[in-house]
């Protein structure tokens, strides 16, 4: 095989969900549409550009990022995120219109991942100079998560700001048989009054 083709199935296939099969589908195809690969050239070359934004630690393009420097924005409620692309996903509800925190991960004494490699002091600092009102958690509903969210009630609490989780429960249009005990439990105990 070509080297040139064959170091870009391997750079696809380390790609997650890129498989070998469909690392080759890609690269065929973008050899077949030239004006394509330039378009995907031009693309992950602006990723340079991207950064972390100083204030939530999500993604910018140098400095403050369109979140954070948007006004509109309540400025007194932070929903806090374990990643910068679950930014995105709680955005695209357009439900919520406070600003974010992300922290970089979840705690995992199993992994080594403790409280200094996250942003948890960058968060307590928010909370203190920001005048926060309100912390979300919508962190993952695993124990990773848990953890986390045990951890940041606690740094908390003494700054007397309130401190929320997102409900955890059935997803929209399942059946209530395929739901573990577990969802279903916490969807109970999540409930909303009608």
Same mark, same amino acid.
């Given at each position: 095989?070509? /080297?040139?083709?064959?170091?870009?199935?391997?750079?696809?296939?380390?790609?997650? =969900?890129?498989?070998?099969?469909?690392?080759?589908?890609?690269?065929?195809?973008?050899?077949?549409?030239?004006?394509?690969?330039?378009?995907?050239?031009? #693309?992950?070359? =602006?990723?340079? *550009?991207?950064?972390? $934004?100083?204030?939530?630690?999500?993604?910018?393009?140098?400095?403050? $990022? /369109? !979140?954070?420097? @948007?006004? *509109?924005? @309540?400025?007194?409620?932070? $929903?806090?995120?374990?990643?910068?692309?679950?930014?995105?996903? !709680?955005?695209?509800?357009?439900?919520?219109?406070?600003?974010?925190?992300? &922290?970089?991960?979840?705690?995992?004494?199993?992994?080594?991942?403790? /409280?200094?490699?996250?942003?948890?002091?960058?968060?307590?600092?928010?909370? *203190?100079?920001?005048?926060?009102?309100?912390?979300?958690? #919508?962190?993952? /509903?695993?124990?990773?998560?848990?953890?986390?969210?045990?951890?940041?009630?606690?740094?908390?609490?003494?700054?007397?700001?309130?401190?929320?989780? !997102?409900?955890?429960?059935?997803?929209?249009?399942?059946?209530?048989?395929?739901? @573990?005990? &577990?969802?279903? =439990?916490?969807? &109970? *105990?999540?409930?909303?009054?009608?």
């Amino acid at each position: 095989m070509i /080297p040139a083709l064959e170091e870009l199935l391997s750079a696809l296939s380390r790609l997650p =969900g890129i498989g070998r099969r469909s690392a080759e589908r890609i690269a065929f195809y973008l050899l077949a549409k030239p004006e394509e690969a330039q378009r995907l050239m031009r #693309a992950l070359t =602006g990723l340079s *550009k991207v950064g972390r $934004c100083p204030r939530c630690h999500g993604f910018s393009e140098g400095g403050l $990022c /369109p !979140i954070c420097r @948007d006004p *509109k924005r @309540d400025q007194k409620t932070i $929903c806090v995120v374990a990643r910068p692309w679950e930014v995105e996903q !709680i955005e695209r509800t357009g439900e919520y219109h406070g600003l974010y925190h992300v &922290l970089g991960g979840l705690l995992s004494p199993t992994s080594g991942i403790g /409280p200094e490699d996250l942003t948890l002091a960058h968060l307590v600092q928010r909370v *203190k100079e920001e005048g926060t009102e309100e912390v979300i958690l #919508a962190l993952e /509903p695993r124990l990773e998560g848990d953890l986390t969210a045990m951890h940041i009630l606690r740094l908390l609490k003494p700054l007397g700001v309130k401190v929320s989780q !997102i409900a955890h429960g059935v997803p929209v249009g399942r059946d209530l048989e395929a739901a @573990d005990e &577990l969802t279903l =439990g916490r969807a &109970l *105990k999540g409930r909303i009054p009608l």
